[in-house]
């Protein structure tokens, strides 16, 4: 029993992946004759992928390097993204009055697209990089900043009445009993905002022409070399992938009883 | 003057309008409750389940504010929450990112900040001891028994050195065994420390075992507190001592009846005392 069990996850999963490929190649030679099929793909990026660091000038990288690049302006954005939000958060859950204050402009603010928010960051610091971080921040900030607040109302008045009986001072509190509360959802907001800042990446990288795998992407649509537009979405894919299966390992260990 | 007064404590909570058509109502849990505790006295409080037992040591607590009436520690008013009426909680309460040691540790630094590390760490480890829990100060609340668990409260309880020990149920959720070993401790714990002690309780046995006096709480909203009825059986008690002891069935047959009795008075109660309460 056990062991059919175990052959199906790998088969199906299998099967799952060579329809995908099934149904590319065939809208490629049916459908969509500019579409490169899974082969071409292959073929023409296979440079990038084998000699994965290679560098002969700025926008033409191994594809590790860009997601090198890309991923440490992630990493900027969303640093900055949690920075901001978890604060924000634990305010937007202690107080009542600061949630009436803030909450309608916070729900106005969140959906707003990462396309929206680029160019106003073009215009507030004249520079892209900048930009882009403002951009990614702003746009990963809010699954943060709504989960720490839900984490703080939602503190057992169990573990307040602890403090209360025995008169911690505020900052003592929130050290020993707010904040190791509320960690299970900080880091499930930390890993819905990293997955944001992932998404926002290549938006804000095509849009400011920036080094990376979105500028890649977009670069290469320009330069009509489409197989290397598909590189790029593969491996934004398997990225996006790696970095939530991180987060959700690193959140599980935050999980107390 | 009584070292723990209650006077005239009543204590409403505000019933929330279950349709649009009805307003706020008040569900009244105590009315013109009046304890007077001596220092160094055991009391228990029996009652069953919904007589507002957790309300009522809430309210000696500090953590809920009587509608009217006063509570006077040494004579003077209560003001909020404070270690000097140090809690045990029903549920243990036991905060689950720390280990044994910081969550007796806590309660040592809260009410001694001033005091060097060293010493510290040593009452820390004092109190952990006097619960018979020095093999386990590294573990965290996940990994304890039920009883395990409430002893770590009551070492925490014990940390805070208050001048009265508040106990809300500490030993309903365990197993018969368990609950037998951990009231013996108690007993012992209370025979070394002679803290004043106000325990809550709905096993009429384990409060004559460990109480100076014994209150009843007549089940119901809206209730009060009966007259105290005194157990003179000298400390330390044992279980199999008690039972042939010549005053325990009076104790016992006072208790009931005031339970039962005291509960007549009010609506919506119409079986004899069972249940939260062993007649057998």
């Known amino acids: 029993m056990e062991k059919r069990f175990d052959s199906a996850a790998l088969i199906l999963p299998m099967f799952g992946l060579g329809l995908v490929l099934v149904i590319w190649t065939a809208i490629s030679f049916k459908v969509a004759p500019d579409l490169p099929s899974p082969w071409r793909t292959w073929q023409e990026s296979q440079q990038y992928i084998l000699d994965p660091f290679f560098k002969d000038g700025e926008m033409n990288q191994g594809i590790l390097r860009f997601s090198f690049l890309s991923l440490i302006r992630v990493a900027k954005g969303f640093l900055l993204a949690i920075a901001i939000g978890t604060p924000l958060g634990f305010l937007l859950g202690l107080s009542t009055n600061f949630n009436r204050a803030f909450d309608p402009v916070i729900q106005v603010l969140r959906p707003i697209s990462p396309l929206a928010w680029l160019p106003l960051g073009l215009v507030i610091f004249k520079q892209s990089e900048p930009a882009a971080l403002f951009t990614i921040a702003l746009c990963a900030m809010w699954p943060t900043v709504i989960n720490t607040a839900m984490g703080v109302r939602s503190i057992s008045t169990e573990y307040l009445n602890v403090g209360r009986v025995l008169k911690l001072s505020p900052m003592k509190k929130l050290r020993k009993i707010m904040i190791p509360a509320t960690l299970p959802y900080m880091f499930t907001g930390y890993r819905l905002s990293l997955g944001m800042a992932w998404l926002v990446i290549v938006a804000a990288e095509m849009l400011t022409g920036s080094p990376g795998l979105g500028g890649f992407l977009w670069q290469e649509y320009n330069s009509l070399v489409y197989s290397h537009i598909l590189l790029s979405v593969v491996t934004i894919g398997l990225i996006g992938f790696g970095l939530d299966r991180l987060m959700s390992v690193i959140e599980r260990r935050f999980k107390t009883a | 003057m009584a070292y723990l007064e209650l006077r005239g404590v009543s204590k409403s909570y ?62 003077k008013p209560i003001d909020g929450p404070s270690p000097d009426r140090g809690v045990v909680f029903q549920n243990y309460s036991l905060l689950p990112w720390m280990t044994v040691f910081e969550n007796v540790y806590l309660a040592v630094d809260a009410v001694g900040p001033h005091l060097a590390e060293a010493e510290k760490r040593e009452r820390t480890e004092h109190y952990i001891r006097l619960v018979n829990l020095g093999a386990a100060m590294k573990k965290v609340p996940r990994e304890l028994s039920g009883g395990m668990r409430q002893r770590v409260a009551v070492a925490r309880g014990l940390a805070m050195d208050p001048k009265v020990l508040l106990l809300d149920e500490p030993f309903s959720a365990l197993d018969a065994l368990t609950r037998g070993t951990l009231q013996e401790e108690l007993a012992r714990i209370w025979m070394e420390t002679r803290k004043t002690v106000v325990m809550i309780t709905n096993d009429i046995d384990e409060a004559i075992l460990l109480a100076d006096s014994i209150y009843t709480l ?33 104790v016992r047959r006072e208790t009931v009846s005031l339970l039962v009795t005291a509960g007549k008075d009010h609506a919506g109660y119409g079986t004899p005392a069972k249940g939260g309460i062993a007649l057998n």
């Open chain 2, 218 to 250: 007549a089940p119901g909203s809206d209730t009060t507190l009966g007259p105290a009825v005194r157990v003179d059986t000298p400390h330390p008690r044992s279980r199999a001592q008690l039972g042939g002891a010549p005053g325990y069935q009076r």
């Open chain 2, 14 to 75: 505000v019933r929330a309008a279950r349709s649009p058509s009805q307003t706020n109502g008040k569900l009244p849990v105590l009315r013109d409750v009046n304890l007077r505790i001596d220092e160094n006295e055991f009391v228990c409080v029996v009652g069953r389940s919904g007589s507002g037992k957790t309300t009522l040591i809430s309210l000696i607590a500090g953590l809920v504010e009587p509608d009217r009436g006063e509570i006077l520690l040494e004579g």
